[in-house]
């Protein structure tokens, strides 16, 4: 509840409780029991992602301190990504195989997933990593507790949603003219960007920004399948004996070209809608919702 600005209150305070907060979580998430690392680095990841579109949301008013901040946030994701992309794999994995159930269920295929599985499991430098990023997402923590913020109410946001919702239709338009991994990863993050914003944003009106929530978190899940299996694609390219003989291979390379279809189109679709405003126009009804909340009387 705390990843939220909330029309009413300081905005300026607002931003910084909840950058504050999206650290804490990382933090604490980081400090699960070992038999939980790979969820608890899943967790800090999410965290992190979050916090850095809360920055992008006030990339103008942070002036000099947002590239500082972001590069900050996005290097510490970095420093998870191994393990978590391991651990994405495997549930790649296992999404496609529901899709074929009675493939997947052969022993040849249990191998692979046993072996996906090993390439999962943490490793002994852990430990080590994950002291240095506490002490880094404690440092950042108390930068973020001092941001300078130039502006006020909804002005302070306005022009990073406008820039994100730009950029999110922009990349729209890339992938849908070119749509290799590359480009639909790009569109992901800015899809993503959309979500958070939204989640910060639904205090203005609670139940439109629920809907729009679940079709963005929506549209980002099968971007993020998507993403996955054209990662596990690269991998069977570039370690064929991690799959089994060439028959199994090329079986495995035919349902994951099936699957990235189906997604990509319903992420279409759905992308289509989401981004059918212009910018001006998103922000101007946004800008209507805060005004009438701010207006509200308890």
């Not at 916090?51 to 290097?75: I, K, M, T």
């Not at 992938?175 to 993050?189: F, V």
Request: proline share 3%; aromatic share 6%.
């Amino acid at each position: 509840m705390a990843y939220r600005i909330r029309p009413r209150c300081n905005v300026a305070r607002e931003v910084r409780s909840a950058a504050l907060d999206r650290i804490g979580e990382a933090r604490r998430a980081l400090k699960l029991p070992a038999a939980q690392r790979a969820e608890g680095v899943h967790q800090a990841r999410k965290r992190l992602k979050e916090l850095r579109a809360l920055l992008r949301l006030v990339r103008e008013p942070l002036g000099d301190s947002f590239q500082r901040e972001n590069r900050c946030a996005r290097d510490l994701g970095r420093a998870l990504a191994e393990s978590r992309e391991a651990t994405a794999m495997l549930e790649s994995w296992d999404a496609l195989a529901k899709t074929q159930r009675s493939f997947f269920a052969g022993d040849a295929l249990q191998q692979v997933r046993q072996r996906l599985v090993e390439r999962a499991e943490p490793t002994a430098k852990g430990g080590a990593l994950e002291a240095d990023i506490e002490q880094a997402l404690s440092d950042l923590a108390g930068r973020a507790s001092e941001w300078p913020l130039e502006g006020k109410g909804f002005a302070l946001l306005k022009g990073g949603l406008e820039r994100s919702y730009r950029e999110g239709r922009r990349d729209l338009a890339r992938a849908q003219r070119t749509p290799d991994a590359e480009n639909l990863h790009e569109w992901r993050k800015r899809v993503k960007d959309q979500w958070y914003h939204s989640q910060l944003l639904a205090p203005c009106w609670p139940q439109d920004f629920k809907r729009r929530c679940r079709h963005l978190k929506r549209l980002a899940d099968d971007l993020g399948d998507d993403h996955d299996l054209a990662m596990m694609g690269q991998l069977l390219a570039d370690e064929p004996a991690l799959f089994g003989d060439e028959a199994t291979r090329e079986r495995l390379a035919t349902l994951i070209e099936e699957r990235r279809a189906a997604l990509q189109a319903a992420a279409f679709a759905s992308g289509q809608r989401l981004y059918a405003e212009s910018p001006k126009a998103l922000v101007k009804r946004i800008e209507a919702y805060w005004r009438i909340a701010r207006a509200e009387r308890d």
